[in-house]
């Protein structure tokens, strides 16, 4: 007899629907065709010892298994499930019924050896998919379904061991218990009401650096800080995800497909506050400067998703940017302009969106006090060059704002000690109603975009158009900083976002010149 059990496996965010088809004939063997990997093979024991425990057999017949389309490589040991049901079907062990009604649903899971169900990475997007396709449920190990507790529009049930999956495909109605819905999961705190230990109302002072992050994280704008060390500039950094707006739901589904294929969304998910669903928080990653190509951009053999990727919606903050290989920092060239990364591995491609806003932070020399008053440096002028000729000019061309990052003075320090400094809840709020601004205008139009800094070239003339008096001001900036086409769009940009922070329709000649002055800050001040 023959049987037919549907299952999906991912290559990058790429979802196939794969056909388990199982015949039973007359003879004793094994067999597994259709491009199977080699934790698919070992799924017979796996497969063997998780039926003897619940009380079912291997039949002791000639078993043939294709997982269809047989062009696709599949792996992992997520088939597990989908295979030991279709064994048992064809092998006429469950009841009729289920055969029938295995067409409406997609069933995943790995086997431990008694039949407990062991959860598979990739659930978040498989389940997408399965709606997409028409099914009207899944099966899936317990903690992977909840991976889906916030998606509407297909049944989704948990299962924690194999004979949950049998109770769910003999009688559905009775098994209610499992389904995951939102009710399963505990809503976190909204970001505001978290404990943040960065806070922009402990950094004393550098009002310039400030508003600089304030509208970097308004239009999701790169932004690159320059500073002694202890000038503060790390710390700043980490202050971003503080005033960043909270992910719209696309985003949300957007950034936890990723982690879903890395394994790594039910770590982020799974708090004291939150159980399951969505990630909620703009992702903020920090990868160390010893990091390898691969780690950052993604790769190894299985292709998964690297730093820039996880960092998507979010903030890829670089600390000792020019610390970090040429290689690595060279390879963020083609993400920061297309927001999406292409993945090699062996036989194939993955493609992973990567649109994150890049955070740098640098020494201005390789002993890190150029600013701090005359006498402090004691590196030439040659190494200087050589160190800041780190950031190549393609990649300091992608970085729209600028900031150089001084010692707050002394004075200030002591007599500025009873200013109250602006907390990160109220800069959020200005961020908030600048990114709504943006968001509108956008989605008004069927934009394919949401930000200032992702404005396409052909939606630069519509949203960034120039007055006659601006365009006459920024010829002149033009010339005087010989500044290249694609820097004259990012202040374009700034200045766009500049102008949403002042809630205003148009861009004026305040907003350029501040957005000239961050873009491209006096030559003196960088020496
Ligand atoms: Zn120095």
Do not use: W
């Amino acid at each position: 007899m023959l049987c037919k059990v549907y299952c999906a496996c991912c290559n990058g965010l790429e979802v196939t629907t794969i056909t388990v088809e199982v015949s039973v004939s007359v003879g004793i063997q094994y067999r597994l065709v259709g491009l199977p990997d080699s934790a698919i093979k070992e799924s017979q024991q796996r497969i063997d010892s998780a039926l003897t425990c619940n009380g079912y057999r291997l039949p002791g017949k000639k078993l043939t298994i294709n997982l269809a389309p047989a062009n696709i490589r599949k792996e992992g040991s997520s088939f597990d499930v989908p295979l030991a049901i279709g064994i048992l079907c064809a092998s006429k062990q469950l009841e009729e019924n289920i055969t029938e009604r295995l067409s409406s649903f997609i069933i995943l899971g790995e086997l431990a050896l008694d039949g407990t169900l062991r959860e598979i990475p990739g659930a978040l997007p498989i389940i997408i998919h399965s709606m997409n396709q028409g099914f009207s449920s899944c099966i899936l190990p317990r903690n992977s379904a909840l991976e889906g507790a916030e998606i509407d529009g297909i049944t989704i049930y948990g299962a924690s061991t194999f004979k949950d999956v049998v109770d769910i495909l003999s009688s559905p109605e009775s098994c209610k218990n499992m389904i995951v819905s939102s009710k399963n999961i505990s809503m976190q705190k909204s970001s505001s009401q978290e404990k943040n230990n960065y806070d922009f109302a402990l950094v004393k002072g550098q009002l310039k650096a400030k508003r600089g992050l304030e509208i970097a994280a308004a239009g999701s704008h790169n932004v690159i800080l320059t500073g002694s060390p202890g000038s503060g500039k790390t710390f700043m950094a980490k202050c971003l995800p503080g005033i960043l707006p909270p992910m719209s739901k696309e985003e949300a589904i957007e950034t936890s497909k990723i982690y879903s294929v890395a394994g790594l969304l039910q770590m982020m998910t799974n708090n004291e506050n939150h159980t399951g669903g969505l990630i909620r928080q703009r992702p903020f990653r920090a990868p160390h400067h010893t990091i390898t190509v691969p780690a950052l951009i993604g790769g190894g053999n299985k292709g998964m998703p690297g730093e820039i990727s996880l960092a998507h919606n979010g903030v890829l903050f670089a600390d000792e940017f020019a610390e970090f290989d040429r290689r690595s920092i060279e390879v963020l060239r083609q993400p920061l302009e297309d927001g999406v990364v292409q993945v090699s591995r062996v036989r194939s491609k993955n493609y992973y969106p990567a649109r994150f806003m890049l955070v740098a932070a640098m020494n201005p020399c390789p002993c890190g006090h150029l600013f701090d008053g005359a006498g402090e440096c004691k590196c030439s002028s040659s190494a200087i060059s050589k160190y800041r000729a780190k950031i190549s000019g393609p990649v300091y061309d992608r970085i729209d704002i600028n900031l150089i990052v001084r010692q707050v003075a002394a004075s200030d320090l002591i007599f500025g000690g009873d200013v109250k400094e602006e907390p990160s809840s109220v800069i959020a709020e200005r961020v908030k109603a600048a990114r709504d601004i943006q968001l509108k205008r956008y989605s008004s139009n069927n934009e394919s975009f949401f930000t200032n800094a992702a404005i396409s070239s052909s939606g630069l003339k519509r949203y960034c158009s120039l007055g006659k008096r601006e365009e006459l001001f920024m010829e002149a900036v033009i010339n005087r900083h010989k500044i290249s086409a694609r820097g004259y769009t990012r202040i374009l940009k700034i200045a766009r976002t500049i102008a949403d922070l002042a809630h205003s329709d148009s861009i004026t000649m305040n907003h350029l010149a501040e957005a000239v002055q961050f873009r491209c800050p006096d030559k003196d001040e960088l020496f």
